[in-house]
């Protein structure tokens, strides 16, 4: 079931409350051909977008939004519990965001002194992103710090949560890790499992790592999914090889009653409008925005 069916439960997609700040306007972009979706007047909201914003964001302006998806991070937000009640109230459902793929030196359950190989499931840096650190997803006590944040999120009030770096089994793979993909889907259905043993209607949406969707065992655990770049990589058009074997994917997804959430990272008029009308024809949600992530705001062609 799609989770926009779900209406007695608030779609807001919450990656792990880091605060979120309005940021300005793209400089590339052209005022007269973008509007801000600030949400300040739900009539005006178009339906098809939902937020990922990972930075500051606040209850009044989260509330006020119009939006009935977003995504926000757990760790950092000052939403308490009575709020969260508050706005899924209103037909929204609110996720929290969940990197199981990486180690962030900034959450809760890091500690002093932890580096590349201590604790062992440790085990490099990612240059890309300094202080989030690739770790064996399998190992026990790494896994055991996953359930416990699940269950913080859960306690919480969220209805469900947004799985980021599902892809590492991708890192894992390429250095010699035969059953890399095998052992990340094991750790997806039992996330899953465990959540809807507490809570039947709490929504598990990866994000990206779609080929895992193979596995039928995977698909029936997953309520949804998230894909970054689907049209546009770096600005620069996907190859329309990755476009189509990504869209088999998500297509797959849409033909099960669950739902697709695009997210770009696109500044040119021109890009976004493409991003907006593929996502609309395939009924997709999509949210465009710089890769910070630190605003609610999606940029939209003023159609």
């Known amino acids: 079931m799609g989770i926009q069916k779900k209406k007695y439960i608030a779609l807001v997609l919450i990656f792990i409350c880091m605060p979120i700040f309005l940021s300005a306007s793209y400089a590339a ?60 109230s209103k037909d929204r459902v609110l996720l929290s965001y969940l990197s199981i793929g990486e180690a962030e030196d900034y959450r809760s359950y890091w500690t002093d002194g932890w580096r590349a190989g201590n604790p062992d499931f440790i085990y490099e840096e990612n240059l890309l992103w300094p202080g989030n650190y690739k770790v064996k997803y399998w190992h026990y006590d790494w896994q055991k710090i996953i359930y416990s944040q699940l269950d913080k999120i859960i306690e919480n009030g969220f209805g469900g949560a947004y799985l980021d770096i599902v892809d590492a089994y991708k890192y894992f793979e390429d250095i010699g890790v035969s059953d890399a993909a095998a052992m990340m889907i094991d750790f997806v259905v039992g996330l899953s499992e465990y959540s809807k043993s507490i809570n039947s209607d709490f929504l598990i ?44 994917y998500l297509d797959k997804v849409k033909r ?48």
């Open 256 to 303: 099960a009653g669950k739902d697709v959430f695009i997210i770009s990272y696109v500044t040119e008029a021109k890009s976004i409008k493409e991003v907006i009308n593929n996502a609309k024809e395939n009924n997709y949600y999509y949210f465009i925005a710089k890769r910070e992530l630190d605003s609610i705001d999606c940029l939209s062609k003023n159609i």
């Open 205 to 248: 949406i990866p994000q990206n790592a779609e080929i895992l969707l193979d596995d039928p065992v995977y698909f029936d655990a997953i309520d949804g999914i998230g894909k970054e770049e689907l049209y546009f990589v770096e600005g620069k058009k996907q190859s329309d090889r990755n476009i189509e074997l990504s869209s088999y």
């Open 29 to 88: 972009l052209d005022s007269k051909d973008l509007y801000r979706i600030s949400g300040s007047n739900d009539s005006n909201i178009d339906e098809s977008i939902f937020v990922y914003a990972l930075q500051s964001v606040g209850f009044k302006e989260l509330l006020g939004s119009g939006f009935d998806i977003a995504v926000i991070d757990i760790d950092d937000c000052s939403l308490d519990l009575s709020q969260l009640i508050e706005f899924q």
